[in-house]
């Protein structure tokens, strides 16, 4: 056995050093370093210095001089990072610490007065808000755009019949266009969610500093205004401990992903072989190894199961932040981690979604066929029952479930049945009853607001555009 060799002492960190003698273990700095995640944050990071600096200049806290070095170097090290130049370094921990490292290698000692009146404390938390808000943007439109997509089936799928399921089991016909408006609906309430998040998220922590405010005359509105934040957040303590606005964020996402997961599955079952419903692009299926007549619809599997990822992520960060007291703890550094996943998983899952339905084809003869079968337009039958005979509904329903049963033994669907058939059961049943029976008249006749008739479809896919797009 050979001797682990003893890990060699790191220098003090120079940023926080001061009272150190040695440097961390090396186990310590590995648990402390979070820049392979936290650098995701420089742009936001940078602008935050960018803000705070000028406000540290006009209220007297800086020289100008300085200011202005500052603001030249922060430039200089976004150049850097945005051309790949910038080395990062993992004794500098984390994305606060390299930006203001390398500052100093830049512009010397008035980098050293940039964190002047304010902590990693406010720094992070800042960073963090304006990364979300900054995802936030950047998802609304990629939501948009699939219920675009939707939006463009639906109407063109307006009188297209499916059987509409409940318990999977055919229960009543509806249009293919209706069905696809049902997401529409549902993504319209995920970007609303996405929005209440933002609103609230939209209070800067800057100038908390590290948990009690600062002594330096700040101008903690001007930093805020800079930074596009509605105000400054009213108190210090949980300007650095509050991480609820991320929370939100992953509440959202995982919502919306389990919206996009039910699609996904029902895009699984439509394509499967036993339903051909639909058929979905090569551009979005892939093939097996082995089986060569395999088609999977891997994408639709992916977007079902990154939405696990998403549940996860809300979970993970609910769990790291529910015992931990006032104000920041480090904890709080992991954070990051699930919220960045979160934001791509569901930035891929929504873009794949709106590429799958752009391009799936419809099997409408199929879903036809299935939705004419099944004793589907039973509903149909009873309310014939009641709006002609005058029956009471409960007395029309147990009339239509006799002819179902009849129907059953005879191996035919309800328009299969011989007027002797049904009146046997009901004699006042006329041959006009047929009207009601096939799965196209069924859909039509339902036209009640919001309902599934194609006249009511083309004008909610009209209402939506207003209201959506
Ligand atoms: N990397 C840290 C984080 O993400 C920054 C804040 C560190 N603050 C501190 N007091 N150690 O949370």
Not at 191 to 207: K, S, Y
Not at 321 to 340: N, S, T
Request: hydrophobic share 45%; aromatic share 6%; net charge negative.
């Amino acid at each position: 056995m050979t001797a682990k060799p003893k890990p060699a002492k790191m220098p003090a960190n120079p940023l926080w050093g001061g009272r150190f003698a040695t440097g961390p273990a090396e186990i310590m700095a590995r648990i402390n370093v979070s820049i392979d995640v936290d650098r995701r944050l420089y742009a936001q990071d940078i602008a935050a210095s960018r803000a705070h600096a000028a406000m540290l200049a006009r209220q007297g806290i800086l020289k100008p001089a300085d200011a202005e070095a500052i603001l030249g170097g922060l430039d200089r090290v976004l150049a850097e990072i945005e051309s790949g130049n910038f080395v990062f370094k993992a004794e500098l921990e984390d994305i606060h610490m390299n930006v203001e490292a390398r500052l100093a290698e830049l512009i010397g000692e008035p980098a050293g007065r940039l964190h002047t009146a304010r902590s990693r404390n406010d720094q992070v938390a800042t960073d963090f808000r304006l990364w979300i808000r900054d995802a936030i943007d950047a998802l609304d439109p990629a939501l948009k755009d699939l219920q675009l997509a939707l939006l463009d089936r639906a109407e063109e799928h307006a009188a297209t019949i499916m059987p509409g399921l409940t318990h999977l089991q055919p229960a009543q016909p509806v249009t293919f266009g209706h069905h696809l408006l049902a997401y529409v609906e549902m993504v319209g309430r995920d970007r609303g969610r996405f929005a209440d998040c933002r609103t609230r998220l939209n209070e800067c922590p800057l100038g908390a500093a590290a948990l009690a405010g600062t002594s330096f005359p700040i101008d903690r509105d001007a930093t805020a205004t800079a930074l596009g934040f509605d105000g400054p957040a009213a108190n210090s303590l949980d300007a650095v401990s509050a991480r609820d606005f991320a929370i939100e964020f992953l509440a959202a996402s995982a919502i919306a992903g389990t919206h996009l997961s039910r699609l996904a599955e029902e895009l699984i079952l439509w394509v499967s072989d036993r339903w051909r419903f639909v058929t979905l692009s090569d551009a979005f299926t892939t093939g097996s190894s082995i089986m060569p007549q395999k088609r999977n619809p891997d994408a639709a599997e992916l977007v079902r199961g990154k939405s696990g990822r998403l549940i996860g992520a809300l979970h993970q960060l609910l769990i790291v932040i529910k015992g931990l007291p006032l104000a920041y703890a480090k904890d709080m550094q992991e954070d990051k981690p699930p919220v960045f996943d979160a934001a791509d998983s569901l930035g891929l899952c929504v873009a794949a979604t709106a590429g799958m339905i752009r391009d799936l084809r419809v099997n409408a003869a199929v879903m036809l066929e299935a939705a004419a079968g099944g004793f589907a337009t039973a509903t149909d039958l009873a309310d014939w029952l009641v709006r002609v005979l005058g029956l009471p509904f409960r007395q029309a329903h147990h009339v239509t479930g006799q002819l179902v049963h009849i129907a059953e033994k005879r191996g035919v669907d309800l328009v299969g049945l011989s007027l002797e058939d049904m009146r046997a059961i009901e004699p006042r049943i006329d041959e006009t009853v047929f009207s009601v029976l096939t799965a196209e008249r069924s859909a039509a006749s339902r036209t009640s607001f919001g309902g599934t008739a194609p006249q009511r479809v083309h004008e909610a896919v009209q209402a939506a555009r207003r209201r959506f797009l």
